[in-house]
């Protein structure tokens, strides 16, 4: 049931505040007489309709009067709403200076994406008071903490606990954000200006900074040095100062949340236009420095970064990553050249750009182009970023999700995971990462939604994996445990008899025993999949070998013990890294030290299989896993002795 809420139900902490309060007045209030606070007390109470802020402002004017008839005339011309009390102590700051003051604090804390300290707030009334010139402008001396507390009159408040400014209550932040006057109707986007150009200064000084560094500065050392200076400087272009912290982090938000009307006003067009010059072929040098260190040294940039390797002599993949497009229309894409299409379209879809991701494709860029990474088409990267609305844009508009790509249609049979083929490591890292299929790539990272969608569009369910760690769309889904996908797979007509030549496992079955979801492996097994099969291919060579591999407990007493995996058949069956890869200290051993089954495992084959615990280290488990009493030299089959 619900319980109603009414501003009624402040009254009785209403009254509790009012008569605390007027008990302890200030000195001033020593000679008003008893009768008078009485009135302030009963009128304050039912005047103020349950609001508590009302109440509050009321009694923070009333208590500053000395005289029991200015009280009482007060009391006569009281506000009757929030919104005109606060327009009132709005009106009582004079002209000039001090309403200039106010209305940028205000701005400022409207406006800003995380609130600002005294320091910040401070810095960047006083930057956007810099740079509209002489016009309003003030004395450093003449803004400090307390003169903005002053003149702020409650509107605002500096928060004791968090060090940072805001509005005391929602209703002020209402007010103000919904007046139609030029200096709150236009905050937005002069906020965002005075952010650009703080951005444009801080890049241009940044060359100096860096030349008066004691020792050469590169790029990790400029990152360190940014990252650990927590000098509060005087110069707002200093690199280290706050407010230019504040503002490579937050002046895109800014430009992101501006109207259409507002994105394309003339200030903030041509501040932009200042940052990346005159043109995107001719940028300036301020943008240059923010590509090569700014970008590199804020973690918020990574996207923007791993998007595309960003020209420094071409700023429109600038403003393509960081969404600056609308306000630049018809400038960033002036004399735009046809052959950056793919990689811009990329770029977009990096970066979540789905309007300009339609217009590249309206231009005629080539959605099929040869590559050689899955990722590196426009459709698989639109599924590796999981966008169902964008993988079907390109479908829609004509990506191939059958695309051969280049390593694909160039493959030969010396990339094949298997024991004739892993001497070489640059074939065998090229089957150790990738998804080798939109289709796998969607199943692999648990999209059902758009696997299904790629399959009504016609992908091929058992399509051969050439590439990439997997070898099939049903081996992707059972390696990463996502037994949805696996059951969309099955359903679309998927073989779980599977053997694969490609890939790090051999089979659908092995891939899911690799991972520690065990009905994966129940389903897969439950339709066809053999738990004894040799896998001729990939690096485990059984099912069961997978799962050891793993040292995942349950999986391997589930596949022994429910389903009749033969560990006899374990000296046979054997897996296939390299065997630098599994010796003692090689990559394998530290994972079975971090394995929290790895113990358990090693014990459970060795007492109750009864597997000879040679065997076992032979297979890349290391001796100090072992059951204290069977730390031997490992086991060596009589074909390797012979050899």
Request: net charge negative; glycine share 6%.
């Amino acid at each position: 049931m619900l319980i109603p809420i009414t501003t009624a139900d402040n009254r009785v902490d209403i009254e509790k505040f009012v008569n605390t309060e007027i008990d302890n007045a200030p000195m001033n209030w020593k000679y008003v007489t008893s009768e008078t606070k009485g009135l302030v007390k009963s009128t304050l109470v039912e005047k103020s309709d349950g609001m508590f802020r009302w109440t509050y402002l009321q009694w923070e004017q009333l208590k500053e009067y000395t005289i029991g008839s200015a009280i009482k005339e007060r009391l006569g011309r009281l506000p009757k709403t929030l919104s005109d009390l606060y327009d009132e102590i709005y009106g009582q700051c004079p002209e000039g200076c001090e309403r200039t003051i106010l209305q940028r604090a205000v701005r400022w804390v409207l406006c800003a994406r995380k609130p600002m300290d005294t320091h910040v707030l401070l810095s960047a009334i006083r930057a956007e008071t810099t740079q509209l010139g002489n016009e309003n402008s003030w004395n450093k001396s003449d803004i400090n903490e307390n003169i903005l507390k002053i003149v702020c009159r409650n509107l605002i408040v500096l928060d004791s606990e968090l060090g940072v400014w805001r509005f005391p209550h929602a209703s002020v932040a209402e007010h103000f954000g919904g007046k139609d006057e030029p200096w709150i109707r236009n905050a937005e986007a002069e906020v965002a200006v005075v952010l650009i150009n703080c951005l444009t200064d801080s890049c241009s000084s940044a060359p100096s900074v860096l030349l008066s560094a004691r020792r050469d500065t590169g790029l990790k050392e400029w990152i360190r040095i940014l990252h650990r200076r927590k000098d509060k400087l005087d110069n707002t272009s200093n690199p280290w100062h706050p407010l230019q912290a504040y503002t490579r982090l937050s002046w895109m938000d800014h430009i992101h949340h501006l109207s259409d009307q507002d994105s394309k006003c003339t200030a903030l067009v041509h501040a932009l236009k200042q940052f990346l010059g005159e043109s995107p072929q001719r940028v300036s040098s301020a943008y240059q420095i923010f590509v090569k260190y700014f970008m590199a040294s804020e973690p918020l940039y990574a996207l923007c970064m791993e998007a595309f390797t960003m020209s420094m002599t071409n700023s429109v993949f600038g403003v393509v990553a960081l969404g600056l497009h609308r306000s630049l229309e018809g400038w960033w894409e002036k004399d735009l050249d046809h052959t950056l299409l793919p990689d811009l379209l990329l770029c977009a879809i990096s970066c979540g750009r789905t309007d300009l991701c339609l217009d590249f494709i309206r231009r005629g860029c080539d959605l099929n182009r040869d590559v050689e990474k899955i990722r590196d088409t426009p459709l698989g990267l639109s599924i590796v970023r999981r966008d169902l609305e964008l993988t079907r844009l390109l479908l829609q508009n004509g990506a191939n999700p059958y695309r051969k790509l280049l390593l694909e249609a160039g493959v030969d049979h010396s990339i094949r995971c298997n024991s004739g083929h892993t001497d070489h490591d640059s074939d065998h890292d090229s089957c150790k990462f990738g998804f080798g299929s939109p289709l796998a790539a969607a199943v692999a990272q648990g999209e059902v939604d758009c696997a299904r969608f790629l399959l009504e569009r016609g992908a091929k369910v058992n399509a051969i994996c050439e590439s990439g760690k997997y070898g099939s769309a049903l081996a992707a889904a059972a390696s990463e445990g996502w037994q949805n996908c696996i059951d969309l797979l099955i359903e679309h007509g998927a073989d779980a008899k599977s053997n694969l030549e490609f890939g790090l496992y051999g089979s659908p079955l092995a891939a899911a025993a690799s991972s520690d979801v065990v009905d994966c492996v129940r389903v897969l097994i439950d339709h066809g999949a053999e738990v004894n099969n040799y896998l001729e291919f990939g690096e485990c060579g059984s099912a069961l070998a997978a799962a050891i591999l793993e040292s995942h407990l349950p999986m391997v007493k589930f596949l022994i013990e429910e389903k009749n995996a033969d560990p006899g058949k374990l000296a046979y069956f054997r897996p296939r890294r390299k065997k630098d890869e599994w010796a003692w200290g090689g990559e394998g051993i530290r994972e079975w030290q971090e394995e929290p089954w790895a113990d358990e495992v090693a014990k459970y084959l060795v007492h109750d299989c009864n597997l000879d615990a040679g065997l076992l280290m032979s297979l890349g488990i290391p001796p100090w896993r072992m059951p204290v009493g069977h730390r031997v030299y490992p086991y060596e089959p009589e074909s390797e002795l012979r050899g």
